[in-house]
């Protein structure tokens, strides 16, 4: 009963949390491949879209289609795809997995392999292997700063995960550590992933989804100091190899290009890649009359139990239970006779 | 009483979910216009962004101005844009509907039209129609792959919407239908909106808002397998005649390009679309103490009710009342006689 | 007590509130500067991405590296990077600050300065000073509709923030004023920020985040005509002189572009500006009978304090104690007496 009030806090009365959030990520790496050649992705680059409210996708592994254009190709070769003869091959015909829409005629895929040619945009994307390791494993070391600003609206309670005690220039070179560093909003993205309990090499390859948790658990009753937020890592997408339909996490997106003819061109980007997402949660109490009244009430109403079950033994259960109840209940029948007797005179 | 208990699990603590969601479409479709030819839409093409937290947004119909470039054009004729001679058009005047900043001079729209002249991107767009059927009316058979991972802080429970028990084949070709297969995560698009009781051909041309609804309300005293998602779909965009101030759902965005000259060029595309939102919501409950003495004390002072009723009834409202209160109340009185009479020896 | 009932309508269920929001901006401006020349700004130009799920980026400032290329340059000069010959240059080298990676030469920045040089995209972005006044700082002027849709599941009651009594022609002139115009949709972005109690103009330098919160507080025991939104809004990043590490709102992204030599370029742009986030929340509540129940239980509960006080006085505390006491509780023993004298015979 007291354990209601003094743990659970039953004088409180509560409220959730209204956030907001910011992210900006930095670092930079340089790449050496025979397709792309040496090049430099920054944040620029790798960071997509280059806003979201409460989120952030960092690319770590990409699968380059180079200019496409609109045109009549052979599709991949698949059990649905593959064929001897323009019989095989459905015009008009599409499934969730084609890349275009068949045409009628069975093509040469290559030397030895025939599959149904397609309109569709040409080349189409072959993204049977994906690059291992990661094409972006330095990835692991960029960093990622949250800002956070909550508020409990019934208490009209502001504040930032930024803490008035931290200086700019800790700001400036901190990097969150559960440890040594728990108030820093840094955090380098290979120690997310760690903290989680995961891989990030893994992880990189097929992609994932990290949830950066912050915990604003509060109690107002006492000094707004106190009300600090709390970090913890999740990792949000579950993989178990035998449910692995699209796994990991990737999207595909183009840059568009017209040429001198005026002609569309296209690079399909097939993005895998982390996001994070940052779930902000908690509940802040203070004191208030009416929880606690409710709270008192209940807890009393309890010992009315005890009561009853006095009232039961005794009356029910002891040996002298006659007696008790003799005592306990009044019988309104000798009255009765009182008034008859009266009457008789 | 007993019922809060049963009925309303008035032992259980509660909590709501904290989710995280993935979206992926697929689908290919073949337009042929006009304007712009004989084209293939894939993945890259309508959708966008190309990734959002807990939405995605499916292009399905499109005003297309192409090849604008910065410079001076006659704007769209409306009330305000019409003119007879330069004196009808104010330099550097500008109001919300207008596509620039007009120059002051008024100059011809078409053989018949005079329009006021604006700086603005030429030529400007005209979304005066828009085209019927949705350009791509093919969207309707496109497919969208939800992943959702839940988590229940308190309880510190998580779980996914492909269930252990689904296995992958049945995932690459299983379509969610509410009556056959309530637990496939995959839903086509033309289902989800004809579930929500609406025309997808019709919601296509003006675009529109999708809630796809996760309801996961888990008793956690049973097994975890018991925790299941409930898929309901339900149309968030209210569409009335007498309010359809922008109606549907559409916006605009470009895609630039640099020329020979390296002047700007861009294409800019008005979308209509419908964008599904992921809404998860539901309560976790699990036995706990605290509610439930609560619960029990709150109920059992119910009883007191009764009590006060009989003494009120007895004691005021029957004839034999007099005899009642007699019985019920003790009088302090006698006993003080007796102090005076020892006194009195 | 009753003050629980009346007031904090103990008596009634309550469910939180499940929202969807859609977002428009109208406005252009024009803009004449060395860099960009004479330019006009339309939607498609300044809103980035085109669409999010419950906010809206404008931009209002801009920093633009035009033509950018991979290849090496000498890095922006700060403490790290200037230096003096090849050997103040650790070849491959990065930090979180750095626009590449180093080669190892050591390069002149400009006439009296050198800096080691770094692979990236060249020539670096001198994001050293930032526009004052903002470049964009027309957006002040700019409207933004906002359509929200609302949904309490457990009494499956919906409302949207365009009311029924609003009017299309009310909708087209209107802009939100909390005085006169408190349920139009239509928002000045200047006089949100303004009732925010800021300046728009400062605001549009740096960037910052500003949350458009709509509260929807329903007593649906009365008619839903009652259940209205209200608008308020508040900045949601604060900014404190001594905390600025990345103060206000910004975020790169860039426009790429393939030359005739297939090399690609691309235009940097750091973009400031106002992220308008749309908050919804509130409450509503539904006579209930099982919340009337608990509160009433718990109310009479508290009567209980009443009887249990009374006893402890007049048991305790009173000269006439050793009396009551008497008259309270009946002994035992003498019935026992009883017993043993009809023994005896």
Redesign the interface.
Known sequence: ?W??FVW?K?YQEVDSV?S?V?T?A?????TNTSQLG???W????Y?????????L?IMTNIIVTMNQT?GFCPELPDKTSVCQSDSDCLAGS?N??????ATGRCVPYNGTLKTCEV???CPVEDDSNVPKPAFLKAAENF?L?V?N?I?Y?KFNF?K?N?L?N???TY??SCIYNAATDPFCPIFRLGKIVENAGHSFQDMAIEGG?M?I?I?WDCNLDRAASFCLPRYSF?R???RDQ?????PG?N????????D?TGTE??T?IK?YGI?F?I?V?GKAGKFDI?PT?????????????AT?LCDVIVLYCMK?RY?YRE?KY?Y?EE?EQGINNEMDQ
């Open positions: 009963m354990w209601v659970e039953g209204v907001s910011t900006k930095k670092g930079v790496t340089v040496f090049r430099i920054d944040v620029a680059d960071v997509i879209p280059a806003q979201e409210e409460s989120s996708f609109q599409t969730t997995h084609s890349s275009g829409v309109a569709a945009w960093t700063l800002k600003n508020w609206p502001t930032r930024i008035p931290i200086t700019t700001l400036k989804i949830g948790q915990k999740r949000l997408d579950t035998d449910h692995n339909v699209s996490n999207f595909r997106f183009a840059k568009y290009y017209n001198l061109h296209r399909l993005a996001r997402d779930i949660f009416i009244m409710i709270n008192i009430g209940s807890g009393l109403a309890l010992f009315g139990v009853v002298k007696y005592k009044k309104v009255y």
